[in-house]
């Protein structure tokens, strides 16, 4: 019951179908071929299906250790997985040739993401981590930074962690405490910081913690934060590895899920002061960070997309499987699997459509963003980088959301055996519930959506979306088999502007206009999400009618196109209620009281 295979025909169809390799013909991608992709995403599904899966349920059991002199070992045998994907280059996929990575897009690397973690979400976390210091560091890091760490980094021998949050801070950064002191030519971290996922393991021989902290003369507030690198063990100059630092797990977290992913809480300079170097500026260590969050941010959707594919995939098998009850008399009458009973087939039909839906907008984005990077034209670049910065926010609210659903919705239809552990569909759930909070609530995520993002630019941005939408709209409206689609679609659409022009009116009242994006970021978000995500499952009607009507046989179409119709008529009217809430106005939430 408890096995992952990776779906790798359904990322397929994204990356050959609905995005046609568009990655592939931008500069500097020359030799990147869909052949090579399609070796690449079969060589994953057997990493991730064959080494990372099968350790899932072993590592939830089990958990990570703490040890007395602060020592973290992982669950057994993840030690020895995490080595198979750095030994397959795996870490490096994405990344540029000129920092010692095989330079294949974002979008294939981010198809391999959702791999791993659909595959052991535990351990999928560490290699996401370590992604984002990376990012960071490529972008901000000092020509000796970059030569010390990055090939290390990029090799996967060393992983990053991020180090923002503190126990009295929480999400407002802007109350961090830790503290820099210049000493020669690092400075002296000391502080403490809490939920560091993979802050201390055996995975690796060393760790590079990227770190939030003010020197003693910095004002106070977010101008006063700058970003550091504190290495686990420091580095010699040779590149060997030095002595310990001073960074020390004080304590791992007992958590709902993710057991095998070791969450510390690190102390830093309990004795003199952690060695750490400035990256960057002084003073924009948040906005040094944000490169790293931002990368995080769009994989933790991703993530949650993996959780979610593995929650359909259990769901399917114990539907077929499990034996209950008779079909009714229009259909025989006869003993049937529950997979029969329509109601179920309600269940699985949902968590299918929402999955592709989901996977198929998170690719989408994952090309914008190699767009945003590589394409000729600055004007090309900054209108798909406008493009991801809209879409972010929703890759990690809302699919990070519908996976929370999907997982949960995977127990009912196992039903009471669901609710017990060792069916491992309970296990899906725990561990997709943590992805809606960290690297920034899904709340926070509503509030860049509907404030900083959507405000900026008048909403011009996510209105060059929609007329995408539109001209799919149009397509479908086109194709009679299909015209259906395209009226439920176009209905989603009309929603989606109305809402805008709400949020975007009342969100720049000069005294109203903080409370109404408060009051209006969440239910925009998810309308949003369900408007874009039918969009996509509507590029996937007309991809799958088209080989339909060209005498294809394949059932992958038919499913992809029931998959569609599902996603347009029966979810997405879901998500067109939040129009009516937005149109409610805030006044109730004004009027309340708590007592």
Known sequence: MNVYAAPVRDLRFVLEELLAHRSLSLPGFEEA???????????????????????NASGDRQGAKRHTDGSVTSPDGFAAAYQA????????????????????????????????????????????????????????????????????????????????????????????RTRAVPENDHYRISGQKIYITWGEHDAA?????????????????????????????????????????????????????????????????????????????????????????????????????????????????????????????????????????????????SMRSRTDALRALALYCAAELDTARHADSRDTRSAAQARADILIPVIKSFSTDQAVDIASMGIQVHGGMGYVEETGAAQL????????????????????????????????ALTALLDDVATTVEQLNANPALAALGSGLAAGLDDLKTAQAIVLKQGADPEKGADAVQAYATPFLSLAGHV???????????????????????????????????????????????????????QCLSDFEIH
């Open 205 to 349: 021989d060393n760790i590079i913690h990227l770190v939030l902290a003010r020197k003693p003369d910095a004002p106070q507030g977010n101008k006063g934060i700058s970003l550091f690198l504190v290495p686990k063990f420091l580095v010699n100059d040779d590149g060997s590895l030095g002595e310990r630092n001073d960074v020390t797990c004080a304590s791992i977290e007992h958590k709902l899920g993710i057991h095998g992913s070791p969450t510390c809480t690190l102390s830093f300079g309990e004795n003199g002061g952690a060695i750490g170097y400035l990256v960057g500026q002084e003073g924009r260590g948040l906005n040094h960070m944000f490169t790293m969050m931002n990368e995080a941010r769009h994989k933790v959707g991703v993530q949650g997309i993996g959780v979610a594919e593995r929650a359909c995939q259990h769901a399917f098998a114990y539907a077929l499987e499990r034996r209950q009850g008779r079909a009714p008399a229009s259909r025989g009458g006869a003993e049937c699997s529950i997979s029969d009973h329509f109601d179920v087939r309600r269940m699985l039909l």
């Open 85 to 176: 994907y750095v030994e397959g280059g795996w870490n490096g996929i994405g990344v540029s040739e000129a920092l010692g990575g095989q330079n294949l897009p974002e979008v294939v690397a981010s198809a391999v993401q959702e791999m791993l973690h659909g595959a052991n979400m535990a351990l999928g976390l560490c290699p996401m981590l370590t992604a984002g210091a990376i990012e960071a560091l490529a972008h901000h890091g000092s020509d000796a930074l970059q030569s010390t760490y990055l090939p290390k980094l990029v090799e996967g021998s060393w992983t990053g962690t991020m180090n923002l949050t503190e126990s009295q801070a929480g999400s407002d950064l802007s109350q961090v």
């Open 429 to 460: 759930l725990r561990d997709a519930r943590i992805a809606p909070i960290y690297e920034g609530t899904n709340g926070i995520q509503a509030l860049d959506l509907a404030g900083r993002k959507l405000q900026r630019d008048g909403g011009e």
């Open 532 to 586: 874009l995500c039918a969009w996509q499952m509507g590029q996937a009607a007309l991809s799958a009618q088209v080989a339909l009507d060209n005498g294809s046989d394949d059932p992958f179409y038919a499913a992809k196109l029931r998959s569609a119709e599902f996603a347009i008529t029966q979810w997405l009217p879901v998500g067109r209620a939040q129009r009516a809430v937005i149109e409610a106005g805030m």
């Open 33 to 55: 071929t869909p052949d090579l992709v399609e070796a690449v995403l079969e060589e994953a599904a057997k990493l991730a299906g064959d080494v990372w899966g099968p350790l």
